[in-house]
T-cell receptor, first 111, second 114 residues
């Protein structure tokens, strides 16, 4: 299994739609996970951290299933400004190691 | 809100030339990182730095690369003899705690090797 695997996308959705992205990871020792957002030719910016079974922040909900090594990101009532690439990022399992990035899922929200 | 800054934003160089990319991490952060992203590909880890030494590096970070913290604020990445395949966006990041904690990214330097 690849270290971090994401839906390839692109996802093209209308404004107001609900959209979900999936991510699977191979390092069972990882304890926390991140969703970053990356706009075209810009730096990744932290969207959400996931430390337990899930996290919710406004329209965004992240869920974690450790048994299946699976993370999801749900965006409700999508806005035009949500158009970006969403990166699933898995840290190392301990104090050593480095962030492993997925290839990202591109979202395009249309009016 | 404190942020990571990087200079220059763009760098064009000839193959074989040396380049130095500069970063100013967030002031109270202790861990610093360099990543690269080739156009259309995923973000790849290069190196992490803590307590004035490299703590981890990837296979990409070969002898052509080096990092330095020359003073209390700057963190640099040097590529000694650039190759065409070094063309990429280079991101600096920093974190307050170790690599498993939230890392904050700078805006990147776009390097083009001709």
């Amino acid at each position: 299994r690849k270290e971090v695997e994401q839906d390839p996308g692109p996802f093209n959705v209308p404004e107001g739609a609900t959209v979900a992205f999936n991510c699977t990871y191979s390092n069972s020792a990882s304890q926390s996970f991140f969703w970053y957002r990356q706009d075209c030719r810009k730096e990744p910016k932290l969207l959400m951290s996931v430390y337990s079974s899930g996290n919710e922040d406004g329209r965004f909900t992240a869920q974690l299933n450790r048994a299946s090594q699976y993370i999801s990101l749900l965006i409700r009532d999508s806005k035009l400004s949500d158009s970006a690439t969403y990166l699933c990022v898995v840290p190392p399992g301990g104090s050593q190691g480095n962030l492993i990035f997925g290839k990202g899922t591109k979202l395009s929200v249309k009016p | 809100e404190p942020e990571v800054t990087q200079t220059p934003s763009h760098q064009v160089t000839q193959m074989g030339q040396e380049v130095i990319l500069r970063c100013v991490p967030i002031s109270n952060h202790l861990y610093f990182y360099w990543y690269r992203q080739i156009l259309g590909q995923k973000v790849e880890f290069l190196v992490s730095f803590y307590n004035n030494e490299i703590s981890e590096k990837s296979e990409i970070f070969d002898d052509q690369f080096s990092v330095e913290r020359p003073d209390g604020s700057n963190f640099t990445l040097k590529i000694r003899s650039t190759k065409l395949e070094d063309s990429a966006m280079y991101f600096c990041a920093s974190s307050e705690q170790g690599p498993a904690e939230t890392q904050y990214f700078g805006p990147g330097t776009r390097l083009l090797v001709l």
